[in-house]
């Protein structure tokens, strides 16, 4: 699914050519700032091409086209929200030069670069209600606007249906807690650019399967570190298939049906290969082998009761986090970011910041949740309390120093890529993980029914 914009950069473009590239579009963008602040430089429009359809089924193959009708969603730094009463010095602003990344180029032509383009007519605004839930003092976020009503009625009915009728994923006493986990709402504010509801179902299914791996292999319903290897592998062949003998072949077939984690993840995947091209699917498959090496990381420090040094959690959290989430909002925004710029360091770097940050999130939000639970669990603060010999509320406050830091460092690294490699598919990449780290903490912000905050403030 190439990007309606320039041609992207050659592999074998050397860095000094993404340097001159950054020196002529600064000197345009020189140029139209002194004549007219507001206006980019001029670009050429594109086609709008053919629509995914919105109903259950896709055509196959990797090559589905998505051009959509540009239609302006803003993103954190392009629109005035009423900043909540706790914590209100906590919410900021991005830098002038992350902001005018985000916001996108403006001017005659340049409407297919910008972030959102939807295919199906947009419906009536719903009525603004109090935001839910409260953030937590001093971190450092950017509040969004309320997710589309519609969307999220529609993903979450197609993705219960999918859960319950498909996948068979959860016994009828599971149902509140499937239905509080809110996840249309989720990936409807984490993924603004998705041109049709198909298309942010692509997102909510893998989503909901990495939950059920995580919960009935990991977590509290049904897993334990005892065996987790040989589970996380068997599982990992429903994304990252079995080439085998003939005879052997159809007892691996056999076994993606075997549990509700394999079911889930061998359907989810099918329905993202209908969209994604090869390189965007095995991106995928690479985040995910990262995930399930963290999870192996985290079951081994459970089975010999070790408390990791910080940083060494926090290098752990940099493969047991939400990194496959943010590094598909192209595919779910119907193009895709070149591989080989994909894989350059800086851009890496940034997915790492961004997804680092965004995990530090869920163990700040989760807190009070993972207390509750049986056993031990391993989070930022718990760690820095017992490695730093800190009172519990001196080691949430730092942890969430540890966020502001990583989320600065994140920005500064978003913008500086966005002028060296002046390529639209780039910053708009960058403004797809932008959005889905803030629609990560609004989610979990307004998720009352799994998180409340500790007594720290």
């Given at each position: ?6 041609s ?5 473009l050397?860095a ?5 590239g ?30 995914l ?6 055509p196959?193959?990797p ?17 005035d929200?009423?900043?909540p ?10 830098s ?16 297919g670069?910008?972030l ?33 009503a519609?969307?999220v ?35 409807v ?19 909901v ?31 990252d298939p ?13 076994s ?5 984690p ?5 359907s ?54 939400f ?18 710029l ?28 993972e ?13 820095i309390?017992?490695?730093e ?7 949430y ?10 989320m ?5 690294a978003?913008?500086e ?25 609004y989610w ?14």
């Open positions: 699914m190439p990007d309606p914009g320039l992207p950069l050659q592999s074998s050397p000094a050519g993404a340097h001159f950054a020196h002529v579009l600064a000197e345009a963008l020189a140029a139209g700032v002194a004549a007219a602040p507001d206006v980019a430089p001029v670009l050429p429009s594109l086609p709008a091409g053919p629509a359809p919105t109903g259950p089924s896709l196959t193959g090559s589905v086209v998505v051009r959509a009708a540009p239609v302006d969603v803003p993103v954190h730094g392009s629109v929200l009423p900043t009463d706790v914590a209100a010095a906590s919410v900021r602003q991005p002038p030069a992350l902001e005018r990344i985000l916001r996108g180029p403006s001017g005659l032509g340049t409407a670069l910008h959102a383009r939807r295919e199906e007519p947009a419906p009536p605004a719903a009525p603004e209600g109090p935001v839910v839930g409260h953030p937590i003092p001093g971190l450092y976020y950017h509040p969004v606007p309320e997710p589309d519609a969307r009625e529609e993903v979450s009915r197609r993705i219960k249906a999918w859960a319950q009728d498909e996948v068979a994923l959860y016994p009828d006493d599971w149902e509140d807690q499937f239905d509080g986990f809110f996840v249309g709402r989720y990936m504010a984490c993924h603004p650019d998705a041109p049709t509801v198909e298309h942010l179902m692509l997102a909510t299914r893998l989503m399967a990495e939950n059920a791996v995580d919960d009935c292999y990991c977590e509290d319903h049904g897993g334990s570190p005892i065996g987790l290897g040989g589970r996380l592998l068997m599982a990992h062949t429903a994304l079995l080439h085998t003998t003939k005879e052997y072949q159809p007892d691996w077939a056999q993606l049906h075997s549990d509700a394999r079911r889930a993840y061998r989810a995947m099918e329905y993202f290969l209908q969209v994604a091209g090869p390189s965007q699917a095995d991106r995928f498959r690479h985040d995910m082998a990262r995930l399930h090496m963290g999870y192996l990381a985290e079951a081994a420090w459970a089975q010999t009761e070790y408390v990791p040094e910080v940083w060494e959690y926090l290098a752990m959290r940099q493969f047991n986090n990194r496959p989430c943010p590094t598909i909002t192209d595919t779910v925004g119907g193009y895709e970011l070149p591989a080989d994909h894989a350059q360091p800086a851009m890496q770097r940034v997915i790492a910041l961004a997804s680092n940050a965004t995990t530090i999130v869920n163990d700040l939000y989760s807190y009070t949740k207390l509750a639970s049986p056993g031990r669990h391993l989070n930022l603060p718990v760690v309390a017992e490695r010999g800190c009172s519990v509320q001196e080691a406050l730092k942890a969430v120093d540890v966020h502001n830091d990583l600065h460092d994140f920005e500064a978003a913008a890529l966005a002028v060296t490699c002046p390529v639209p598919s780039v910053p708009r990449f960058l403004r797809g993980v932008a959005a889905w780290v803030d629609g990560n903490h979990h912000q307004t998720n009352t029914y799994r998180y409340s905050l500790p007594d720290f403030w």
